[in-house]
């Protein structure tokens, strides 16, 4: 099992739509998550960290579920500019060390 | 403020050419790294520094070295490049000092062609 998991995508969407992406993660330990976007071609930028009681910005809402190790983010009235790959990022003990580790990511089109 | 500032944009080498790539933060950060992307394989960690004069091997370090000069600066070399090190390199910095939730900040990359 990757340590990492999100849906595989892409999704295609509407213009305001409600669109919601999961990622499960494999090491219970994990302390800190976060949500990336990556648009194409650029660096990953920081969307959101993710804190236990879930927490909300603007349209963008997560939430984390330790018992299940799963997070969620939920966009809400999709726009064209959220039209990027998102990533989750969990926190995780390696064989080489402490570390984030990165999802493969979830591509999202927001078609008009 | 420049944020994580790195150096080229892009470089074509030649099979066992080197070359350092270089990067530098201005936000008196701790940590630094640097990953590489290739598709369908997500970021991963080749090397990172968790302060200044230290450096430490991440998941995929083999054909690089690092050099934490300073707070502010950490380079990466490819000593002989070899056609599998073809990818976009990123390097990024965070804060630490025992804020959990202390998110990475990454430069914007470079892409790099071996032929």
């Known amino acids: 099992r990757k340590e990492v998991e999100q849906d595989p995508g892409p999704f295609n969407v509407p213009e305001g739509a409600t669109v919601a992406f999961n990622c499960t993660y494999s090491?219970?330990?994990?302390?800190?998550f976060f949500w990336y976007r990556q648009d194409c071609r650029k660096e990953p930028k920081l969307l959101m960290s993710v804190y236990s009681s879930g927490n909300e910005d603007g349209r963008f809402t997560a939430q984390l579920n330790r018992a299940s190790q799963y997070i969620s983010l939920l966009i809400r009235d999709s726009k064209l500019s959220d039209s990027a790959t998102y990533l989750c990022?969990?926190?995780?003990?390696?064989?080489?060390?402490?570390?984030?580790?990165f999802g493969p990511g979830t591509r999202l089109s927001v078609l008009p | 403020n420049a944020g994580v500032t790195q150096t080229p944009k892009f470089q074509v080498l030649k099979t066992g050419q080197s070359m350092t790539l270089q990067c530098a933060q201005d936000?008196?950060?701790?940590?630094m790294y640097w990953y590489r992307q290739d598709p369908g394989m997500g970021l991963r960690l080749i090397y990172y520094?968790?302060?200044?004069?230290?450096?430490d091997k991440g998941e995929v370090p083999n054909g690089y070295n690092v050099s934490r000069l300073n707070k502010r600066e950490f380079s990466l070399r490819l000593e002989s490049a070899a056609p599998s090190q073809t990818s976009v390199y990123f390097c990024?910095?965070?804060?630490?000092?025992?804020?959990?939730?202390?998110?990475?900040?990454f430069g914007n990359g470079t892409r790099l062609t071996v032929t």
């Open positions: 520094s968790a302060s200044e004069g230290t450096t």
């Open positions: 990022v969990v926190n995780g003990l390696k064989s080489w060390g402490q570390n984030f580790v």
């Open positions: 936000m008196n950060h701790n940590s």
């Open positions: 090491n219970s330990a994990s302390q800190s």
């Open positions: 990024a910095s965070k804060l630490d000092r025992g804020q959990r939730n202390s998110p990475l900040h």
